[in-house]
C-alpha cells in the first residue's frame, strides 16, 4: 500500500476546546455524515489532585480532510457514576451507524489501587449524529472473563454478512521490570461476534495476531478495512516496558491480513507508514483508524507524545 | 463447611480474605474433626479480580472433582472494592482447589455494572443453576461508598457457560435500597426454598437496620414469592447472634436439615447452626 501524508490534520493548539486541558486529540475515529466528517476523539482534564481524566470529544472537518468546520462544544458523554466501569474516563470510543442510530463503543476505565486501571468496553447510543450519546446501561458489554483476566478495551466494530464483529484487545500480563518498578500492562487483539451488537461471544483468549516483538509486544487500537476482498487490520504495537521516553520502544503501527476473519497474516511492512524524520510524528505512531469517504480511503492516526498536540491523517493511493 | 477468614489488617487497616474448611463430625457437628491449614486458593495475581479476597465460597461436586465458584475482591480508588464471581476445582476432595482462568467465569454486563459477589451453586436436574447478587448502584453515606445490591441468578448446561436471567429475583422490602446477599437454595417438598439476608443500606452495622435472614418459594426457580415471615429464624434474644444474623446455608445430613448463618459482626467469632423443626411448610 501507498500512503501520501496529508500531515497534522487537526492541530488541538490551533481550534482549542472549551473544555478539557487543552492536552490530547486521542485515537481520532471517523463518522462520516453528508456533508463532513464528524471525527471523535478523547481529550483530557486535569483532575484537582493532577491525574487526568478523559472525554470525548469530536472535530467536524471538511470531506477531505482538509479543514476545520467546526469543534464539539462539550463532551458528547457524561461521565459514569461512582463506582462505574468508566467513572474515570473514555478512551478511545468507535462508532458506527447503525440504522436511525449512531453506536458507541467505549472504552471505560477505572482506577485501582495494585495497578493503575482496569478497563471494560461499554456501549452508548447517539440520536442526533454523535452530538450526544446515552449510555445502555451502567456496565460494560464486553469484560473480563476466564481466559481475558482484565483490561479489555478498544473495541472497534463492523457489522458483515448481518453478523456484529468486534475487534478488541484484553490483557496478558500486568508484570513490573524489576523490584519498586510499577507494573506495566501487555495487551493483545481479539476478536468477538454478536446478532445484535450488545450481546457477545468472544473468543475467549484467543489471540489473533501474531507478535513481532516477542511475548511482551502490547498491540492496541485494531481496526480493520477493505480492499477487494481481503481484509486489513492495522493496529499499534509497543515494548511492555520504556515505551513512554524510549521512541526506539515507543507505538508502531502494525498490519495483517486474511480473507476469512478466522486467520490473520502479520504483514507489517505491506501497510508502510513510518515516521518522518523531524515531524509531529517522527517518534510514535499510534492509535490508527482507517475509513472511506466519496472513494477515497484515509488513515487517521497520533504521532508524538500519544497524541498530545492532535491527530494526523494519510491517503491511501489508489 | 467452607468459610471465609481474614489474616490481622495491614498497615492501613485492610484486610485480605481467604477461604478455608473445617470438618465436622457428622454424628455431632458441635464436634471439630480438623481445621484447614492452609487456604483452599491462593490469592490472585497482580490486577486480577481476586487479588485481593476470596470471599465468599459455594461448592459442589461434579464427577470427581469439587468445583468452588466465589467472589474475588479487588481494591479500587473511587470506591473501597468491586468483586467477581470466580471458579476453581479441586481433585483432592476439597482440601486444595486451583483456578480455571486468571479471570472470572461471569462478566459484569450493562445491567449487572459491579459488585458480583456471593455465588450459591446448584444442579437440578440437568441444568446449573448460580445465584449471586449484583451491585446496582454506590451510594455515597456520610462520606463512605456503600454498595445496594440484589439477588440474581444465571443458568449453565455445564457450569461453565453462563446465561444471565438478567433480572432482579427479590423485591425489596424495608427500603427502595433494601442490600441483598447470600441466596441459598434448597429443594424440599417439592418446592425451592431461598433463604437470604438484607439489610438496610445505611446504618447497618447496628442492631436496628443490620442483617436479617429472609425467605422466598419458589416452583420453577424463576418466580420466587418473598415471605420474610417464613424463614423460620431471628436474632436470638442475648448472645452471640443477638446483634444481627447472615449469610444462611441450608443443607441436609443424615435426615436433619440444618441451617448454617453467621452472628454479630458478620461472622467475627464463627459461625452457628439451627436445626429444622418440623418440615418446610
Known sequence: ?318 | MYFSCRPDADANGQYVSYSAYVDLDRSDLFKVRAVADEPILPLGGTGTFDEFGVYPVSVIRAGDEVRAYYAGWTRCVSVPFNTAIGCAVSRDGGRRFERLGQGPILPYTPDEPFVMSGPKVRRFGEMWYLFYIAGRVWKRVEGRAEPVYRIRMATSPDGLTWTKANRDLIPPRIEADEAQASPDVFEAGGRYHMHFCYRYSEGYRSHARGYRIGYAWSTDLRNWTRDDARCGIDVSEEGWDAQMISYPHVFAVDGRTYLAYLGNEVGRGGFGLAALDGGFD
Not at chain 1, 227 to 244: D, K, L, N, P, T
Not at chain 1, 280 to 289: G, R, T
Request: negative net charge; glycine residues 12%; aromatic residues 12%.
Open chain 1, 1 to 318: 500500500m501507498r500512503w501520501t501524508k496529508l500531515g497534522l490534520v487537526f492541530d488541538l493548539r490551533a481550534h482549542p476546546l472549551a473544555f478539557g486541558s487543552g492536552d490530547f486529540a486521542q485515537s481520532p475515529q471517523a463518522l462520516v455524515l453528508d456533508d463532513r466528517v464528524r471525527i471523535f476523539f478523547s481529550t483530557r482534564s486535569r483532575e484537582p489532585d493532577g491525574q487526568y481524566l478523559s472525554h470525548v470529544a469530536f472535530v467536524d472537518m471538511r470531506k477531505d480532510l482538509g479543514a476545520v468546520l467546526g469543534v464539539a462544544q462539550r463532551p458528547v458523554i457524561a461521565a459514569g457514576d461512582l463506582g462505574t466501569f468508566d467513572e474515570h474516563g473514555i478512551f478511545p470510543m468507535n462508532v458506527l451507524r447503525h440504522d436511525d442510530l449512531v453506536y458507541g463503543y467505549t472504552t471505560g476505565w477505572s482506577r485501582r489501587v495494585s495497578v493503575p486501571v482496569e478497563t471494560g468496553i461499554g456501549l452508548a447510543v447517539s440520536r442526533d449524529d454523535g452530538l450526544t450519546f446515552e449510555r445502555f446501561g451502567s456496565g460494560p458489554v464486553l469484560s473480563a472473563t476466564l481466559n481475558e483476566p482484565f483490561l479489555v478495551a478498544d473495541g472497534f466494530v463492523r457489522t458483515i454478512d448481518g453478523l456484529f464483529h468486534m475487534w478488541y484487545i484484553f490483557g496478558t500480563a500486568w508484570s513490573a521490570a524489576g523490584a519498586g518498578t510499577a507494573p506495566e500492562r501487555v495487551y493483545k487483539i481479539g476478536h468477538a461476534t454478536s446478532a445484535d451488537g450488545i450481546h457477545w461471544n468472544k473468543e475467549e483468549g484467543r489471540r489473533i495476531v501474531a507478535d513481532r516483538l516477542g511475548p511482551e509486544e502490547a498491540q492496541a487500537l485494531p481496526c480493520v478495512f477493505d480492499r477487494g476482498a481481503r481484509r486489513h487490520m492495522v493496529f499499534c504495537y509497543r515494548e511492555q516496558i520504556g515505551f513512554r521516553t524510549d521512541p526506539g520502544r515507543g507505538y508502531r503501527i502494525g498490519h495483517a491480513w486474511s480473507d476469512d476473519l478466522v486467520d490473520w497474516t502479520r504483514d507489517d511492512a505491506m501497510l508502510s507508514i513510518a515516521g518522518t524524520p523531524g515531524e509531529w510524528d517522527a517518534e510514535m505512531q499510534c492509535y490508527p483508524h482507517v475509513f472511506t469517504c466519496e472513494g477515497a480511503t484515509y488513515l487517521l492516526y497520533n504521532g508524538n507524545a500519544f497524541g498530545r498536540f492532535g491527530f494526523g491523517a494519510a491517503r491511501l493511493e489508489p
